[in-house]
């Protein structure tokens, strides 16, 4: 069975810092990944997804995530956070056979000026 | 491409009445997916639809419902609500050509009284 794990609860990092939110993922296959993102109110937003090819993934709003097969990682980077990237981001895990795509809990990015 | 549609946006009823939610997918987006989300259980998967056929199911009481028209439209459906239904229901839209990636919509907030 398939497990994702957002090691992060809360992340708060100032402004302009960089910022790295961490994802381990357990699967016995080949995966796809995704990071997604979600605002106050809002559903949720793909950021950015591995589905094959360079395991340096870009994203939009300037994000981006390398795949580590042998850590079974996908952790999202951003050089230097901007107060909006304030909201809670989400990994995502599905299988390249299958049709369920399991969730993390979700890790909440707090960005102080 | 229009995005996912949801509607109702907001949503108050009673505890024991039922409620029926709909979701438009991304035009030719055979496939659409149903998440549950409150801050105590986060993200939930609800069940999976692709071309009218359920393939995927979470762990909800029967109480939680869904279908897929032939138009890929899909409408979930509550009965006898529990003031633990209160949540903000997803629809996702989802390109199974592209990686299984989904798609989400704004979401209907439900408030059970």
């Known amino acids: 069975a398939q497990s994702v794990t957002q090691l992060d609860s809360q992340v708060p990092v100032f402004e302009e810092a960089p910022v790295e939110l961490r994802c381990n993922y357990s699967?016995?296959?080949?995966?796809?990944l995704f990071w997604y993102v979600q605002y106050p109110n809002q559903g949720l937003q793909l950021l950015l997804k591995?589905?094959?090819?360079?395991?340096l993934v870009k994203g939009i709003n300037g994000f981006e995530a390398e795949f580590n097969k042998s850590q079974t990682s996908f952790h999202l980077r951003k050089p230097s956070v901007h107060i909006s990237d304030t909201a809670e981001y989400f990994c995502?895990?599905?299988?390249?056979?299958?049709?369920?795509?399991?969730f993390g809990a979700g890790t909440r990015l707090f960005v102080k000026a | 491409k229009a995005g996912v549609t949801q509607t109702p946006r907001y949503l108050i009823k009673t505890r024991g009445q039922q409620v029926t939610l709909s979701c438009s997918p991304i035009s030719g987006h055979r496939s659409v997916s149903w998440y549950q989300q409150t801050p105590g259980q986060g993200l939930q998967f609800l069940f999976e639809?692709?071309?009218?056929?359920?393939?995927n199911k979470g762990n909800f009481p029967g109480r939680f419902s869904g279908r897929q028209f032939s138009n890929s439209r899909s409408e979930m459906n509550v009965s006898t609500l529990e003031l633990g239904d209160s949540a903000l229901y997803l629809c996702?839209?989802?390109?199974?050509?592209?990686?299984?990636?989904?798609?989400f919509g704004p979401g209907t907030r439900l408030l059970v009284l």
């Open positions: 639809y692709f071309s009218e056929t359920q393939r």
């Open positions: 996702a839209s989802i390109d199974v050509r592209g990686g299984e990636t989904q798609y």
């Open positions: 995502a895990v599905s299988d390249t056979g299958g049709f369920k795509t399991i």
């Open positions: 591995y589905l094959s090819g360079s395991t």
């Open positions: 699967s016995s296959v080949s995966v796809y």
